[in-house]
């Protein structure tokens, strides 16, 4: 199975503070999706085909990446972005998911 | 909207098996490839089951970890899909999640939890 790695597992960032995290790939990806999840919450699509925002995402957030190599930044960080993000590829069966990036306010 | 709603989750013994029920609103149920996924406590997302539309007859396609135990399933006629669980065992305690297509629209999700 293509296996995901996020990087790091844990980060914390300032108001307005520019963030990237990073999502590898054991096996070349076509696209790469991301998810953002608050506690006790489901996961909601977040970013799709690997730079489109999903609906009602604030275009302060970006996606980028291809191959094995994928990240999600955020230009200026806000509260409202403290969360976990996980990346997930629909390339090869099973559909995995990274460990995902717990995202904190410093 | 697009709604999602899952339930059946509950306390049950190793061994055992339950079934997971998500009623769906909001869109053309018939048309959209449905799955199951589950996040154990504290651990990533785990996907575990995907059926596609009655014009792919209905295939279906399983993680490693529950294929043999589990079936997915689905009712177009109530928007619903279903996820038979049987030999569960401890490692399947998580929280469950229906979601569709490209995992765009997600349940809120239901607790099992399996345990002795």
């Known amino acids: 199975e293509n296996v995901l790695t996020q990087s790091p597992a844990i980060m914390s960032a300032s108001l307005g503070e520019k963030v990237t995290m990073s999502c590898r790939a054991s096996?070349?990806?076509?696209?790469m999706y991301w998810y953002q999840q608050k506690s006790d919450a489901s996961p909601k699509l977040w970013i799709y085909?690997?730079?489109n925002l999903a609906p009602g995402v604030p275009a302060r957030f970006s996606g980028s990446g291809s191959g094995n190599s994928y990240s999600l930044t955020i230009s200026s960080m806000e509260g409202e972005d403290a969360a976990t993000y996980y990346c997930q590829q629909f390339t090869s069966s099973p559909y995995t998911f990274g460990g995902g990036t717990k995202l904190e306010i410093k | 909207q697009v709604q999602l709603v899952e339930t059946g989750g509950g306390l049950v013994r190793p061994g055992n098996s339950l079934k997971l029920s998500c009623v769906t609103s909001g869109f053309t149920f018939s048309n959209y490839r449905m799955h199951w996924l589950r996040q154990p406590p504290g651990k990533r997302l785990e996907w575990i089951a995907v059926i596609t539309v009655k014009s792919d007859n209905y295939g279906a396609n399983y993680a490693e970890s529950v294929k043999g135990r589990f079936t997915i399933s689905r009712d177009d006629s109530k928007s619903s899909v279903y996820l038979q669980m049987n030999r569960l065992r401890e490692e399947d305690t998580a929280t469950y999640y229906c979601?569709?297509?490209?995992?765009?629209?997600w349940g809120q999700g239901t607790t099992l939890t399996v345990s002795s």
């Open positions: 085909y690997t730079s």
């Open positions: 979601s569709r297509y490209y995992f765009d629209y």
């Open positions: 096996s070349s990806v076509n696209y």
